[in-house]
């Protein structure tokens, strides 16, 4: 995390997660008069993308799992991890996140997308459509692995 009053000079504040997280993205507006990012703690060998909630962007609660990885012979079957920071559009906030699969030993890299919605009542992110396809998948050999 760093600041910046005038977008030229920051001043580094450190990590907002614990050192074991990946891929964090904070929502760009407070709910319930908190921030909310999406994150990929080690859990384990679980690959899942989990949020959390902070009143100051420095002490973080709640954390739960919102999207995991399919499984099985899904695109996203090994991992999953958040991309861009969502984005607010009419039906809800459209998440674009990426997936790995393995093949032959090799991890290959896709980008998919989700739309999820935030349930006020009871401070959960639910998963509202998860594309059964990725969107994005390199053709060439040299993009593939990761």
């Keep these: 995390m760093a600041r910046s009053y005038d977008l030229v000079k920051a001043e580094r504040i450190g990590l907002i997660l614990s ?3 990946k891929d964090a993205v904070l929502f760009p507006q407070k709910f319930d008069g908190r921030w909310a990012v999406l994150h ?5 060998g679980d690959e899942h993308i989990w ?3 902070s009143p100051d962007l420095i002490h973080w609660v709640e954390p ?3 999207l995991s990885e399919e499984g099985g012979a899904a695109w996203d079957n090994i991992k999953v991890g958040a991309g861009a920071p969502p984005i607010l559009i009419e039906k809800g906030w459209l998440l674009i996140y990426h997936g790995v699969k393995g093949y032959g030993g090799h991890l290959v890299y896709r980008v998919g997308v989700a739309l999820l919605w935030f349930y006020h009542a009871i401070h959960l992110w639910i998963i509202v459509l998860v ?4 969107l ?3 053709a060439i050999p040299t993009g593939l692995c990761g």
Excluded: E, I, Q
Aim: aromatic share 10%; charged share 10%.
């Design 19 to 21: 050192p074991s997280n």
């Design 40 to 44: 990929r703690p080690d859990a384990g």
């Design 51 to 53: 949020s959390a909630y």
């Design 64 to 66: 739960h799992s919102v």
């Design 131 to 134: 594309g059964l396809f990725c």
């Design 136 to 138: 994005v998948a390199v």
